[in-house]
């Protein structure tokens, strides 16, 4: 309805200009987070590579050219730009495309000491991290961890970019993981559910550090097209009401249950891990390396799960999907493993 609403008015503006649609959801964006400033891209690689680049500039403005570094952690997925992949932390997406761009170094999740003993004043201009690492595995970050890497941030005067393409607009039962962890960033990136299969994305930050992505510094052509900005505006004002992100609790608490009760009875997983409605489904000792394999099974079965990594089963289904859904969905699955596990 917003599409086909906004389809018969303005679609696109030269950048000299900007829309209404654009700042209607900038200033949603503002007023649902810790934002002040937003900048308005196509995609969650997009909205990486425009976080990465504010967080050098940033330093350059305020602390020289020296500090430029960027500290990102291993098994991390920001996109696939040569940026982006390069700051994620899979060899596997930088293999061929190298030479990658220098000054970023990988940490291990999870693990202070190894933020610790990479950090350093002089250089590091930003930490980024995803609340939950998505792509790898479902693996949410630990609250004390991303709390000390906050305070690390501060101290060694780096900024904090959380990577919430994934995680962000409802996923985990809050509008923005970053308000399940009382952990605030200083650039947060949002995508993917933003636009609801529309492709925009945008990067969320504070006046101070916005500041310095001066017009023409950085930029996109479609960034911030009244399309988009209408799609995503209905999207947040959606998803943002407190009985849908309640919803998605009770939708994660059925869905859990009902794996772990599958996994239990085939012996095929060991925990359900993850928030709201991104959860991984880690597979036993004995059927790692086989996630691909229920992927398949599943689809014979008329029930499309995802892979995160060759040992999680990643779910990920509809913020509204309505019960019988998940019953049906659990039962579909159910027969496909059955026939896996025979």
């Not at 501060?154 to 994934?166: G, H, K, P, S, T």
């Not at 960034?223 to 009985?243: F, M, R």
């Not at 869905?255 to 891990?273: P, T």
């Not at 489904?281 to 499309?304: I, Y």
């Amino acid at each position: 309805g917003a599409l086909q609403e906004q389809s018969e008015k303005v679609w696109h503006l030269s950048n000299v200009m900007t829309n209404e649609p654009a700042l209607r959801l900038a200033k949603t964006l503002r007023d649902h987070t810790f934002a002040e400033r937003v900048f308005f891209a196509n995609s969650g690689a997009e909205a990486n590579e425009a976080a990465f680049k504010l967080a050098r500039r940033y330093a350059w403005d305020h602390f020289g050219p020296d500090k430029h570094e960027i500290i990102s952690f291993k098994n991390a997925f920001h996109g696939r730009t040569l940026f982006t992949v390069s700051v994620g932390g899979q060899q596997k997406y930088l293999e061929g495309f190298e030479p990658a761009p220098g000054g970023i170094h990988h940490a291990d999740f999870n693990d202070l000491d190894s933020v610790k003993a990479l950090i350093s004043k002089e250089k590091t201009c930003a930490v980024v991290i995803e609340p939950i690492q998505g792509e790898s595995g479902v693996v949410p970050a630990d609250p004390e961890f991303l709390k000390g890497l906050r305070q690390l941030c501060d101290d060694n005067d780096a900024l904090l970019i959380f990577d919430e393409v994934q995680t962000g607009v409802g996923r985990t039962g809050h509008l923005y993981a970053y308000e399940m962890y009382g952990v605030i960033p200083d650039i947060l990136t949002s995508a993917k559910g933003l636009g609801g299969g529309f492709p925009v994305a945008a990067m969320l930050t504070t006046a101070k550090v916005g500041a310095s992505l001066a017009v023409g510094t950085h930029g996109s052509t479609y960034g911030g097209n009244a399309l988009a900005c209408a799609v995503a505006q209905k999207v947040i004002d959606t998803v943002s009401q407190p009985e849908i992100l309640k919803g998605v609790n009770e939708r994660s608490e059925k869905l859990r249950q009902g794996m772990m009760a599958i996994g239990e009875r085939y012996g095929i997983f060991s925990e359900v891990r993850g928030a709201g409605l991104l959860l991984g489904c880690v597979l036993t000792e004995q059927w790692k390396g086989r996630a691909k394999d229920f992927l398949a099974a599943g689809l014979e079965e008329g029930v499309m799960v995802l892979v995160a990594g060759a040992d999680v089963v990643r779910l990920a289904p509809s913020l509204i999907i309505p019960e019988t859904d998940i019953d049906e969905a659990l039962e579909r699955f159910e027969t496909a493993v059955k026939k896996l596990a025979q």
